[in-house]
Every structure is written in C-alpha cells, then in structure tokens.
Nanobody, 122 residues
Framework: QVQLVESGGGLVQPGGSLRLSCEASGNQFNIGAMGWYRQAPGKERELVARISDGSRRYSDSALGRFTISRDFAVDGAKSTMNLEMRNLKPEDAALYFC?????????????WGPGTQVTVSS
C-alpha cells in the first residue's frame, strides 16, 4: 500500500509563492509516476504537474511558474514530492491533491492524499 500526505498549503497574496510537499510512504518500488492535481469549487479536478523517472510535465497554466520535484529517503522507505509555486494568481486557488500511480504489484491503482488548500487572495 501507499500512503500520501500533503502539506504546505495556505493563504498567499497574488504574486506570492508557496511550496507544497507530499510525503509518500510504503514500498517506493511499487510507485511509478506521481503528480499534483487541483480542484477548485465547481470545477473538475485537473492535472497541474507530473513527474515520472525524472521526466516532468506541466499544465499550460503551471508551465514557467511551478516546478515539480521528487526526493527519496536514503532507506527507500519514503519519498517526498514537492511543488514550488511562484507568481501565484487567484485562479490558482484550489484544493491540491497528490497522486501516486502504482506499478508492479500495485499496477493499475492510483493513490491519493487528502489534499491541501491553497488560497490566493489579497
């Protein structure tokens, strides 16, 4: 199994920055790609950024402002995926979710964290 916990959300003024983190625990060998998604009230959940074997993909709105990364603990028991967000806009406000795509023994399963709220307002 994989457990995901997001942190780092909060209130920020337009033009400000935030760093979101997602701690993934469980057998890292069974985790493939990971990604950040967001969902604003009344809107569908959308992909913000995805990282897979070092390859990164961003939504049009995130490209150039957000940076996704992933770090592994020395013992391989945990990894942390980060999302550096700069020049935040009111339209970036949403509940941000972390997602891990299972591979090997967990192939075909997606795991989600509970989410962390980002509010962009002056």
């Amino acid at each position: 199994q994989v457990q995901l916990v997001e942190s780092g959300g909060g209130l920020v003024q337009p033009g400000g920055s935030l760093r979101l983190s997602c701690e993934a625990s469980g057998n890292q060998f069974n985790i493939g790609a990971m990604g950040w998604y967001r969902q604003a009230p009344g809107k569908e959940r959308e992909l913000v950024a995805r990282i897979s074997d070092g390859s990164r993909r961003y939504s049009d709105s995130a490209l150039g402002r957000f940076t996704i990364s992933r770090d592994f603990a020395v013992d391989g028991a945990k990894s942390t995926m980060n999302l550096e967000m700069r020049n935040l806009k009111p339209e970036d406000a949403a509940l941000y979710f972390c997602c891990a795509e299972g591979v090997r023994r967990l192939r075909g399963r997606d795991f989600w964290g509970p989410g962390t709220q980002v509010t962009v307002s002056s």
